[in-house]
């Protein structure tokens, strides 16, 4: 009986640390996530025609003000909407991001703005 509650306890404490490595892991995942979006949004730079206007390093900023993100009735109203809306930016504007850099880009702007679960 005592083998077997050891064995137990050995594997409960096996679990709890695989659970915690996990977590660890996806936090950190997250916290970089935010913070490679946050160096996409603000450093890329588009040329590109928009509204009639020949613009030379735009960026996200050149169309979207806070005001976009904070406005009462934001078209975005959960995280794959949020996340849609910029990979609709990303495709339109041939921004040139990868899945998980718009992901990324998506994330940095729920914690900002939106607190979106994901």
Not at 9 to 32: E, R
Request: charged share 20%; net charge negative.
């Amino acid at each position: 009986m005592i083998v077997i509650s050891r064995m137990l306890l050995t594997a409960s404490a096996k679990l709890s640390f695989i659970l915690i490595a996990a977590l660890t892991a996806s936090m950190a995942a997250y916290a970089s996530d935010i913070e490679s979006g946050k160096e996409l949004y603000h450093e890329v730079e588009i040329n590109q025609t928009i509204n009639g206007v020949n613009y030379e390093n735009a960026n996200c900023d050149t169309c979207h003000s806070s005001d976009v993100f904070i406005r009462e009735n934001r078209l975005a109203t959960n995280f794959k909407k949020l996340e849609a809306f910029v990979e609709r930016c990303n495709t339109n504007l041939d921004v040139g991001w990868f899945p998980e850099d718009v992901t990324a880009v998506a994330t940095y702007l729920n914690s900002e703005y939106y607190n979106f679960a994901k």
